[in-house]
């Protein structure tokens, strides 16, 4: 029997597979999956054909589960949409979707249990109990998403740059990552009727500009901090988690070599264990693959991989 784990987002899709033995067996990356941002009706290609390709690497056979953790699996309707899609293209004895906040927790405590703070180029936030009960943030947090490094650093550049915040090293840096005059041509690229750029993650240059003494930087990160915190609690109540619980960091802008942001959300969250993510988000999907699927093994062997198959670039 196969055992099937797929990371979904914007920037790529993983699809890992092995035996009971915990041994990877097969890969293979694919483009964009997410539902909200992908070409229309590309999203659910794209992970099939990542599913499939790993499943044949792997020596081909019966899938005893399937578990996809992706970006766009957000509200009840887009879960259901994925996966029907994915059944019907995949077989598998059974199939699974989460939001990719949920697959993420595995990247911490072996159980699965606790919370998930995955910062990227998005923020995903989420939370599950022993029990199977998760929780995961998503649209509620909309419309204004506070929660998102990405944006706030956007409209903090923009808000400096018309006078209604302090004056900031945040709009000439913003304008630079877009290719534009200023931080409203940023805003123009990201919001108008032109062909848009691919979503940028801004994290890393909020904490870089940050770092550098920028103080609407450090405010705007102690307020995402304080955001993030209290949805984090939000989730926790809704799967019955007590405080403190752990918080699994995972995604892009938690391999940043600032502690600014991990020191406001420590300090908004006191008490809190934070576990760096210690696998890749698809590693913590082929795990609850292995769960799902009642296989006790816990442990990957994933030295066949090739070393840049998780590069935010392509390899």
């Known amino acids: 029997m196969l055992y099937l784990g797929v990371d979904g987002g914007n920037t790529k899709t993983i699809a890992l597979v092995c035996a009971d033995d915990g041994r990877i067996a097969g890969h293979a990356r694919t483009g964009n999956s997410d539902v909200y941002s992908a070409v229309p009706g ?8 990542g599913a ?31 996966a029907d899609e994915l059944a019907r293209r995949v077989p598998a004895a059974r199939t699974i979707v989460v939001n990719d906040a949920i697959g993420a927790i595995r990247c911490g405590p072996a159980d699965g249990v606790g919370c998930s703070f995955v910062c990227g180029t998005g923020t995903a936030l989420g939370a599950r109990a022993a029990d199977g009960r998760h929780w995961h943030v998503s649209w509620l947090a909309a419309p204004f998403f506070t929660i998102d490094l990405t944006r706030t650093t956007l409209d903090a550049a923009v808000r400096s740059e018309l006078g209604l915040m302090p004056p900031s090293a945040l709009p000439a840096r913003v304008a630079a990552a877009y290719g534009a005059v200023d931080a409203a041509g940023a805003m123009e690229r990201v919001t108008g009727r032109a ?5 940028a993650s801004l994290g890393g240059l909020l904490l870089d500009v940050a770092e550098e003494g920028d103080e609407l930087a450090r405010e705007r990160i102690a307020f995402v ?16 988690l007590g405080e403190p619980t752990p918080v699994t960091l995972a995604g892009g802008v938690m391999r940043h070599r600032s502690t600014l942001l991990l020191d406001a959300l420590a300090g908004a969250l006191p008490g809190c264990e934070f576990i760096r993510a210690r696998r890749e988000p698809a590693h913590g999907a082929l795990l609850a693959a292995l769960h799902e699927g009642g296989c006790g093994v816990m442990e990957l062997d994933d030295s066949a991989l090739p070393g840049d198959l998780f590069a935010t670039t392509a390899p």
């Open 225 to 240: 901090a304080r955001e993030n915190a209290a949805y984090l609690r939000a989730g926790a109540r809704a799967c019955g």
């Open 42 to 49: 590309t999203a659910v290609e794209e992970i099939a054909r």
């Open 52 to 82: 499939t390709a790993a499943i044949a690497a792997a020596g081909g056979g019966e899938v005893a589960c399937a578990y996809y953790s992706l970006a766009g699996a957000d509200w009840p309707v887009d879960i259901a949409y994925y």
């Open 195 to 199: 062909p848009r750029p691919p979503r």
